[in-house]
């Protein structure tokens, strides 16, 4: 077994045992790996041990991975900041993009999508450490966002994306993924048919699916510790 096979393993059990500690129907939380910064080669070698959706921070590097792998059976997911000039690459290349936090970019991405291609997965990424990070759309302006991109006819509104401040403790790490679950339970009360909360990466997994995640996005677990240059 080569080690990004044995890590992928080890993130399924810890999602696994995370599901069932707390009393998630089995099945219901996916896993999304995140291969930004890592080779193609490092994509085939965990789609040989069988994971299927891929996600990327960067619109270029991501692109020139999905044409050098070709394949159709891979699902590719946009996580990362997303500028108006770069939409076109990623309505026309990606499956997903996680990381909408603004009209505009939303309404760019619908435009651009090709008519060939099923309409674009799409979650809103809320802000739910406010503060210093500036991605993510306000949580007390979500619901109208909401609403408005759902409207958008080459886009599916799925669900709602976060990425906490991090921290080591248990009970921080839930604190936030809460407030993004609420947030979400309130624009199902609200009449948005939305599946998908995507939180938790590497260090808070757990955390994240004690609070409902639906999707993990997990990249240094799965192919070790990136370059920080
Ligand atoms: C890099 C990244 C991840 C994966 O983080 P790890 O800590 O390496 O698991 C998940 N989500 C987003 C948006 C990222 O940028």
């Known amino acids: 077994m080569t080690t990004i096979s044995a890590n992928l393993q080890a993130v399924l059990a810890r999602i696994e045992t995370a599901a069932n500690a707390w009393g998630r129907i089995p099945g219901t939380v996916a896993l999304l790996a995140v291969s930004k910064t890592w080779p193609a080669s490092f994509v085939r070698e965990a789609a040989v041990a ?3 959706a891929f996600g990327e921070n960067y619109a270029r590097e991501g692109l020139d991975k999905i044409r050098e792998l070709a394949r159709t059976d891979l699902e590719w997911h946009f996580i990362g900041p997303l500028q108006s000039n770069k939409t076109r690459q990623v309505a026309e290349a990606f499956d997903w993009v996680h990381s909408v936090d603004r009209f505009r970019v939303a309404e760019r991405l619908s435009e651009q999508r090709p008519r ?3 309409p674009l997965q799409v979650c809103l990424q809320v802000n ?3 503060e210093d990070s500036k991605s993510g759309v306000a949580p ?3 619901l109208a ?3 408005q991109v759902a409207q958008l006819p080459r886009i599916a ?3 709602l994306m976060a990425i906490p401040a991090p921290t080591a403790d248990p009970a921080g790490q839930r604190e936030p993924f809460g407030r993004l679950r609420r947030l979400f339970e309130q624009m199902l ?3 948005l048919a ?3 909360l995507s939180m938790g990466m590497s260090n808070d997994i757990e955390a994240a699916i004690a609070e409902g995640a639906t999707l993990v996005r997990v990249g240094t677990a799965i192919f070790g510790e990136r370059n920080r240059s």
């Open 50 to 52: 069988g994971q299927r």
């Open 194 to 196: 939305l599946d998908t």
């Open 116 to 118: 060939t291609s099923p």
């Open 128 to 130: 739910v450490s406010g």
């Open 145 to 147: 966002l909401a609403r």
């Open 140 to 142: 007390r302006d979500a």
């Open 157 to 159: 509104l799925r669900g």
């Open 189 to 191: 009360d609200e009449g």
